[in-house]
T-cell receptor
Framework: GENVEQHPSTLSVQEGDSAVIKCTYS??????FPWYKQELGKGPQLIID?????GEKKDQRIAVTLNKTAKHFSLHITETQPEDSAVYFC???????????FGSGTQLTVLP | NAGVTQTPKFRILKIGQSMTLQCTQD?????MYWYRQDPGMGLKLIYY???????DKGEVPNGYNVSRSTTEDFPLRLELAAPSQTSVYFC?????????????FGNGTRLTVT
């Protein structure tokens, strides 16, 4: 089955700096890659996603890049703010949501 | 709009006890899912349902049961609780299973089995 590895497990940045979280996947048939943000005591919430026919997608301060050849994708957050502090999960999907495999999560802390 | 509602938020069980984790959604979604989240691990799919009366196993179904008698409700049953079931449980829903339909998660139930 699919295996998704996520790095780093923890990341601390100064407010205003950029943060990058990286994920690799194993199954070349995976074709959809969402990113979720989980705040303390809450469920994960989709923040951005990318399909396999696209190399990059941006939404204001967040962007995701995908390298299908290398089978890795990354989340980029620019101009970080304290409210960006949360756990971020990457995931890879093949076909349907029941085949959604999550990474192990990254605890991002934005220091004021 | 409440979205996906899970109860209880917290629960402590003794080994061998049983309980039902409740999940209800008000978005008229056909698809519903149960995940567990262990420390330092990603979410693992326990069971899912594609509509009322239809359920199927996910990646880690052992020790759990589900039912889907209505579109709104998708309870998860633990019959004989074991310490290995200590985890945070998330229920989610989506209108279909494609990437056009993102998952909506509840806020979770933190379960401890001692």
């Amino acid at each position: 089955g699919e295996n998704v590895e996520q790095h780093p497990s923890t990341l601390s940045v100064q407010e205003g700096d950029s943060a990058v979280i990286k994920c690799t996947y194993s199954d070349s048939a995976s074709n959809y890659f969402p990113w979720y943000k989980q705040e303390l005591g809450k469920g994960p919430q989709l923040i951005i996603d990318i399909r396999s026919n696209v190399g990059e997608k941006k939404d204001q301060r967040i962007a995701v890049t995908l390298n299908k050849t290398a089978k890795h994708f990354s989340l980029h957050i620019t101009e970080t703010q304290p409210e960006d502090s949360a756990v971020y999960f990457c995931a890879a999907m093949k076909g349907s949501a029941r085949q959604l495999t999550f990474g192990s999560g990254t605890q991002l802390t934005v220091l004021p | 709009n409440a979205g996906v509602t899970q109860t209880p938020k917290f629960r402590i069980l003794k080994i061998g006890q049983s309980m039902t984790l409740q999940c209800t959604q008000d978005m008229n979604h056909n698809y519903m899912y149960w995940y567990r989240q262990d420390p330092g691990m990603g979410l693992k799919l326990i069971y899912y349902s594609v509509g009322a009366g239809i359920t199927d196993k996910g990646e880690v179904p052992n020790g759990y049961n589900v039912s889907r008698s209505t579109t709104e409700d998708f309870p998860l049953r633990l019959e004989l609780a074991a310490p290995s079931q200590t985890s945070v449980y998330f229920c989610a829903s989506s209108s279909d299973s494609s990437y056009n339909s993102p998952l909506h998660f509840g806020n979770g139930t933190r379960l401890t089995v001692t």
